[in-house]
């Protein structure tokens, strides 16, 4: 982590793939609920299609009955792409509402295994906290079914600011919501464009976690790279004594 950081009043964390994960992959769920609406696909082919399309698709902004629609389009591209169309499944209608309705389950999603060790820690040296992901309302169902969901003051979704990441508006959105200035915010997540260039521009401390350990980018400071959120603790505490003398 970047030594010349400062001040931090506040913790902001990407939701998914930072701090919880599917316990299937995406094609795991499509396919299994897909063959019970007639149509047989691949758990490859689907997770490459969803990855492509999703990555294609500007971010979930609007809140209700859109984010389903949002992510009815999602599913209607990902199979198109696999030369599936709506008519192909017995209740096209039937089967988005289902899969919806599996992946806001807690059997659905796990916490990673540094997680809670690391939430407690945070909590412990009075930082403030927050969730901030592209992610519809289902998210504030799977952060209190997994039982972390007190650690953050806030749970904030693209779906709810009209705005999602990379967007710097949406990270000045988020700065405005919990009346700090961008750079008193240090954002964590997996998203090396969404996550860490994203809240970089907008002025907030940014790291980059890289679970993986491939050296796929280059974040900006070689020490705004963690593979590992226990990483956060030593350094966060240095910064807090260093506040506090």
Not at 95 to 105: C, G, I, M, P, Q
Request: a negative charge; hydrophobic letters at 40%.
């Amino acid at each position: 982590m970047n030594s010349s950081r400062q001040e931090i009043k506040l913790i902001s964390f990407d939701a998914a793939d930072t701090l919880i994960k599917l316990v299937r992959s995406v094609g795991d769920h499509y396919s299994s609920i897909a063959s019970k609406h007639g149509v047989q696909a691949s758990v490859e082919d689907i997770n490459k299609s969803f990855k492509k399309v999703f990555a294609e698709t500007p971010p979930l902004s609007e809140s209700g009955d859109k984010d389903l629609q949002w992510w009815k389009e999602v599913i209607e591209k990902t199979f198109a792409a696999l030369g599936f169309q709506n008519k192909s499944f017995s209740n096209f209608d039937n089967f988005v509402k289902e899969l919806y309705d599996a992946l806001s389950e807690d059997r659905a999603w796990a916490t990673f295994n540094d997680v809670e060790n690391t939430l407690q820690e945070l909590k412990k040296l009075g930082l403030r906290m927050i969730v901030f992901s592209n992610f519809d309302e289902r998210l504030l169902k799977v952060l209190a079914d997994l039982s972390i969901d007190h650690y953050f003051e806030k749970v904030i979704c693209s779906s709810q600011i009209g705005y999602g990441k990379p967007d710097v508006k949406a990270f000045r959105k988020v700065a405005e919501l919990v009346n700090l200035k961008p750079e008193e915010i240090l954002h964590v997540g997996d998203g090396f464009e969404n996550d860490y260039l994203g809240s970089y521009r907008a002025g907030f401390q940014s790291l980059y976690l890289n679970r993986s350990g491939l050296q796929l980018y280059s974040p900006i400071h070689e020490e705004d790279e963690i593979k590992d959120l226990q990483e956060l603790i030593p350094v966060l505490c240095k910064i807090v004594n260093k506040i506090n003398a």
